[in-house]
Every structure is written in structure tokens, then in C-alpha cells.
């Protein structure tokens, strides 16, 4: 038999027709988990209803509410009328039609892409879309997980299945240790940074190798988040202890019986040993430094220790007019120690980090100290409800606030602020999300891409400084 | 013809996200490359005849005002999932946008919504860049039925595009309707599912 990758296998099972004998043309997929929120539905379910049609399968459904949630005062309900219209249109339809949906108010609320895999929701082996290009992040659990936009949100739910072509395969393998205070976000910012924001465009990558086995479902998550930000669509993680550890006893998933069954073919679901890739990239995990962005790309990295690059230096010249412009934007000199750079703003949220661990890893940094005084706002946004409570458990909330930090909300906040967390012209953050495009957290705003614990460091410092002395 | 010199083009720039509060799926051309396009700042609501048009974007000139391909850069539509991105060029008036390279997500949306994305080599684009610009008024023919893209001097450039999607896109159909003539096949292999995974299905 053909040695197949993890990827393979996962298209392969969920093929129900071809389109055409061509191996790489269109197949139709089926589709486990379909995850939903109010920003990319709202025209699939009119569509759906105006073809007088009716999702497929109803428990392959979930919602939430995330984009355009406040993160405080949620009493008061949402002020803004054209978000809350957003968000009461989820929830009419999702009544209407019989949907779960975790509503503002419900603790287990939060965003979609932390809940899903909190809920054991996301399993090893599914299929699992979202009207979100963030939906990669489930790949950690050995799913094939994409984001789709919203004709194909309503394809799925008239028709459980999706058209889609097969991606050609990459492996990304980061072998060593990380080192101390290296997380998961600085190896996601070290592959964009290596291959690009187009690197993996066409491709689906599989993250393999010791660093990535030694990492929690926590950092898998975050890695695969960040897929898309290297061009692909999907990212993945094979099965290991680690992920059936993470989803023993979690709500959505199997127990018993079927979980040991479970279980027994999960395990089955990484690269056979030889399974050839279109493409093997490898990185040292010894040599990645803590990363920071510069530009207005995720591509636009380096390593807290560096300095802005200058565009002089740059040969071809659409990279160096992107260059330009970028440092205009940002409004930095070129050769600026990354070190001089100093955030009006710092915020750690969002799919990428807002999950337990790297509330955990922020909160270590900023305990028993302050933020620096030219820090106009520095706040936490927890990822969901229920990892906020954890992190109250823990106190983590009370270092913060000892701090200066606000503790908010779950949602998505600031991360792309479509509710009334964002950047004013010009400001500048300390940024734990995964884009730091022009506008991304309000207009004329600089993002700054970090992990959770160089944002926390720069709070701290005033200024982007190397976490490992401050540990 | 109007053309996009810059790379990366991503879909926050295309349709920034205080428009994809609506709950519609039209009128988003107007607010097309927001940030760019107009001096101020916009939000949903305002009539765009009040702002201020920034006179140096290019879809502003004069000469690219009926434009009806696109031509840009590589990794075109990259960033977010948000179907409004190809939604707000459809609306603007664009019907093909060339590139050398698109971002996954958004070249799958273009071809749901009937919007051709069409990829060139580099170096073929980088020709077109010079002509548009050196020739007011150029005219670039797309023939999708014969997959080639001709200049006015007569030069034609072929393209690839999946034989299913241009039989979809020249005949105009239900893409849901279709996958629905397949509605046995889902069944079986959904009950096929339902034993073997059973936790699937809980
Ligand atoms: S947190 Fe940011 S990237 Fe993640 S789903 Fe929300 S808006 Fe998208």
C-alpha cells in the first residue's frame, strides 16, 4: 500500500463523489463540524431560506457570537445598533432552525476558535469549516480544519459537503528543545518570517518533529492558527497522548465505550513513516529567538534582538516599495533597534492566544510589577468564558489588575476591533493576534505581533524588550 | 483595465471590517478599497457622494474609472475568509482580477460568486503593468470559453482554470442544486459514517 500523509488520509475519508477521474480535480468532502458566527452567516442562512432549503444535519452545527461582542459592560447588551443587529440575527436564526448557539451571556460563549476544541467539539479525524479563515486552528487535533467564505458557509448547510480540491502537502518540521520563554507564536512568526505570507499557499501543512510533539494542545493550537498567516489553508498536528489527554472527559466528546474506540482510530491518524511531501521545510528550534513584527505582514519579522531592516539594502523592487510603505505606515526608521520601539497599547487575546497557557505565561511575567507608565491601556481578553473562569481560579485576573491591566470579556476584541476595542490613528500595540495589516485594529493603528509573554514584558518595560532577561 | 501595484493585497484593505457588520450581500462596492480610495474615514452609513476621494488611488483616475479587470500583484486576497472581499469587487464592477498569485480562500470565493481570478506568470503581469500604464485607454480581452487573455496588439496570454469551475461559471449554476443531485450518495455515506464513528453523530 502507497504511504499515505496524515493529510491524505484525512481527504480521503471524507470523499463521497469525484467530479472527474483526476486525482487532483474537484471532489466533493464531507463535512463533521460546521462551526458558525455572526459575521460570515447572516447572508448563508437568507440564502438558505430563500431556496427554501434546510441545513443537512443539525448536531453537526455550532455557534457563537464573537466578532462584534463587547468585552465589557455586557448588561447593557451591545450599543452599537449595527453589531447588535449582527449578533440578533445569529440568534434568530439559530432558534429558528434548532442550532446550538452559546449566546453573549452564556458562560461557555467565546471565540469560535477556542470554544470548538474546548468543547471537545473539534475531534482527531473530522472535517471541520467555519466561515473563517482562522479555522486552521483546529488542525491540532489531526482534523482537516479550513476556513470558507459564505456561499460555501450555506453549501454546507444545505448539503453536509463542500467542492473543493485537494492541496498539495507540506511539512514543516522543527526539531530541539525551544528554549526558555520561546513559545508557540515565536515558531508561527519563525515559519512566516522563513516562507512567507504566499509560502504555503496551495498547500496544506503538517507540523512535525520534537518541538512541536513537546508542545501542549495549547501551542498546537496557536501554530496551526497561524497556518494561514504562511498562505495555507489548513495546518495539522498528528494524534499523541497529548491531544487524548486534552480531550478526555470534555462535553462534545465520545466517553465510554466509544471513546476507547475512539480512541484506537485516532491513533492511526499521523504520516505513515516515508509518506512523501510536495515540500519539507526544517527549522532549528535551538536558534528561534523571541519574535516581533515590524511591517504591516506577518512576513515583516524579526527577532527581538534585531533592528527594522532597511529598504535600501533590498534589491527587488516590489519588495522594496512594500518595504517602504510599510515603514511609513509603522512609522519607523529603518535600522531602529526592535528594542527602541515602545506601544502605547497592549493587548493579548484573540484565536491565536487567548487560551489558559498563555494567560498563564503573560500573567508570570507582569506578577508583582506594574505596567510602565507610558502604557495608555494594557488589557487581557480572555479567550471564553470558561477560560476566563480557570484563569480566576488561578488569580491570574488579580495579577493582572495589580498591574494595570484591564481583564475583560471574552471575544474578539481588539484583534481586528469590530467592537469598541481598537487602536486610534497612529497608536501602537503590543499585539498577541496573528495580523498586523494596515487598519486591522482601527484605523491608521500599528500592530506589533508578539507571543503572550513579550506583550506582557513590553507592558512592563515601556518598550519591546527580550523576555528571557526578564524571567 | 486598472492596475493594483502592490503585493499581498490583503482583504482587510479590499473591505476594511467596519463593512462587514451588514447582513446583506450587496452594496459593498462602494466602500471597495476604503482606506485607500477615500481621504476619511469611513463607517457604514455614510453616503460616499459626502467624502473626500483620495485623487491619487488609482481606481480614482480617470482613464481606470470603467475598469472592469483588475490587475495586481501577487498573493492577491490574502488574510481573512470574508466572502464581502470578492463581494465588494463584483459590486464595484470588476469581473476578472489577473495576479500572479492569489490567496487560497479568496480564489475559491471568487469563483462562488462568478468573479474569474485569473493567474499569469510573473512575468507576463509585469508586461501588462508597463502596457496599462504606458497606454491610456487598454483594453485587455478575456475569453473564458477559449481560456486566453489577449492585448490589443494582439497578443495572447492562456490561462488554466479547473474544468468543472469554468463549466459552473459558464453556465451560471446552482452550486448547491448540483451537489444535491448527489443527495443518495451523501446519505449512504453518511450512514456509513454513523457506524463506524458513531461519537460523530452524538
Ligand atoms: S480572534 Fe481575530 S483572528 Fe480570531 S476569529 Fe476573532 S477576529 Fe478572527
Known amino acids: ?212 510533539r513537546g508542545l501542549s494542545m495549547e501551542g498546537r493550537m496557536t501554530l496551526c492558527n497561524m497556518a494561514i498567516e ?116 497592549i493587548f493579548i487575546g484573540s484565536c491565536t492566544n487567548a487560551r489558559i497557557e498563555d494567560l498563564r505565561a503573560a500573567a508570570e511575567v507582569v506578577r508583582g510589577r506594574r505596567i510602565a507608565k507610558s502604557i495608555k491601556l494594557a488589557m487581557v481578553v480572555p479567550g471564553s468564558g470558561l477560560v476566563k473562569h480557570q484563569a480566576e481560579q488561578e488569580g491570574l485576573d488579580r495579577i493582572f489588575r495589580e498591574a494595570g491591566f484591564e481583564w475583560r470579556e471574552p471575544g474578539c476584541s481588539m484583534c481586528l476591533a469590530m467592537n469598541d476595542d481598537r487602536l486610534e490613528p497612529g497608536e501602537r500595540c503590543a499585539s498577541t493576534s496573528n495580523r498586523n495589516f494596515e487598519g486591522r485594529q482601527g484605523p491608521a493603528g500599528r500592530t506589533h505581533l508578539v507571543s503572550p509573554a513579550m506583550a506582557a514584558a513590553a507592558a512592563v518595560a515601556g518598550h519591546f524588550v527580550d523576555v528571557r532577561e526578564i524571567y | 483595465m486598472a492596475p493594483l501595484d502592490r503585493a499581498n493585497v490583503d482583504t482587510d484593505a479590499i473591505i476594511p471590517k467596519q463593512f462587514l457588520k451588514s447582513i446583506k450581500r450587496s452594496g459593498f462596492g462602494q466602500n471597495l478599497f476604503d482606506e485607500w480610495r477615500y481621504l476619511d474615514h469611513g463607517e457604514p452609513g455614510i453616503d460616499p457622494a459626502t467624502r473626500k476621494l483620495n485623487p491619487e488611488f488609482v481606481l480614482n483616475l480617470p482613464r481606470y474609472r470603467d475598469a472592469r479587470i483588475l490587475l495586481a500583484r501577487a498573493n492577491f486576497g490574502c488574510g481573512s475568509s470574508r466572502e464581502h472581499a470578492p463581494w465588494a469587487l463584483q459590486d464595484y464592477g470588476f469581473e476578472v482580477i489577473i495576479a500572479p498569485s492569489f490567496a487560497d480562500i479568496f480564489f475559491n470565493n471568487c469563483f462562488k460568486i462568478g468573479l474569474l481570478p485569473i493567474v499569469l506568470d510573473t512575468s507576463q503581469v509585469d508586461q501588462l503593468f508597463r502596457e496599462v500604464e504606458a497606454t491610456e485607454g487598454y483594453r485587455l480581452l478575456v475569453n473564458l470559453e477559449q481560456q486566453s487573455a489577449t492585448t490589443p496588439a494582439g497578443e495572447s496570454f492562456p490561462f488554466e482554470i479547473d474544468p468543472f469551475r469554468k463549466h459552473s461559471l459558464l453556465n451560471g449554476l446552482d452550486e448547491i442544486g448540483l451537489t444535491l443531485q448527489h443527495a443518495d450518495k451523501i446519505r449512504a455515506f453518511e450512514e456509513k459514517r454513523r457506524v463506524e464513528q458513531p461519537w460523530l453523530f452524538g
Not at chain 1, 150 to 157: A, F, G, I, K, P
Request: net charge negative; aromatic share 6%.
Open chain 1, 1 to 212: 500500500m502507497k504511504m499515505q500523509t496524515l493529510y491524505d488520509k484525512l481527504w480521503q475519508s471524507h470523499v463521497v463523489h469525484e467530479e472527474s477521474d483526476d486525482p487532483e480535480g474537484m471532489a466533493l468532502l464531507y463535512i463533521d463540524r460546521h462551526l458558525v458566527h455572526e459575521v460570515t452567516s447572516p447572508q448563508a442562512f437568507e440564502g438558505l431560506k430563500l431556496a427554501g432549503r434546510k441545513p443537512w444535519r443539525l448536531n453537526s452545527i455550532l455557534a457563537v457570537a464573537d466578532h462584534n461582542v463587547p468585552t465589557t459592560g455586557r448588561d447593557h447588551g451591545i450599543s452599537d445598533p449595527v453589531s447588535r443587529l449582527q449578533v440578533e440575527t445569529l440568534d434568530q436564526n439559530c432558534e429558528e432552525l434548532g442550532i446550538t448557539e452559546f449566546r453573549m451571556n452564556d458562560r461557555r460563549q467565546g471565540i469560535v476558535h477556542v470554544i470548538g476544541p474546548e468543547q471537545g467539539a473539534t475531534l482527531p479525524g473530522m472535517t471541520v469549516v467555519c466561515g473563517d479563515s482562522h479555522t486552521s486552528t483546529h488542525g491540532a487535533f489531526a482534523c482537516l480544519a479550513f476556513g470558507i467564505g459564505t456561499s460555501e458557509v450555506e453549501h454546507v448547510l444545505a448539503t453536509q459537503c463542500l467542492v473543493a480540491k485537494k492541496s498539495k502537502t507540506m511539512q514543516i518540521v522543527v526539531e530541539g528543545n525551544l528554549g526558555h520563554g520561546i513559545t508557540a507564536k515565536d515558531v508561527a512568526l519563525a515559519v512566516v518570517g522563513r516562507i512567507g505570507t504566499a509560502g504555503g499557499t496551495g498547500y496544506a501543512i503538517e507540523f512535525a518533529g520534537s518541538a512541536i
Open chain 1, 230 to 345: 504562511a498562505g495555507a489553508r489548513a495546518g495539522m498536528v498528528a494524534v499523541d497522548d497529548v491531544t487524548i489527554e486534552y480531550l478526555r472527559g470534555r462535553p462534545f466528546a465520545p466517553k465510554g465505550d466509544p471513546w476507547e474506540k475512539a480512541v484506537t482510530y485516532w491513533r492511526t491518524l499521523k504520516s505513515d513513516e516515508g509518506a512523501s511531501f510536495g515540500k519539507v521545510v526544517q527549522l532549528d528550534a535551538v536558534s528561534i529567538k523571541p519574535q516581533v513584527t515590524w511591517g504591516t505582514s506577518p512576513e515583516m519579522v524579526t527577532t527581538v534582538d534585531g533592528k527594522v531592516p532597511d529598504p535600501t539594502e533590498i534589491a527587488d523592487a516590489v519588495k522594496r516599495h512594500d518595504m517602504e510603505r510599510a515603514l511609513k505606515y509603522m512609522a519607523l526608521a529603518p535600522n531602529t533597534p526592535i528594542s527602541e520601539i515602545r506601544p502605547d497599547k
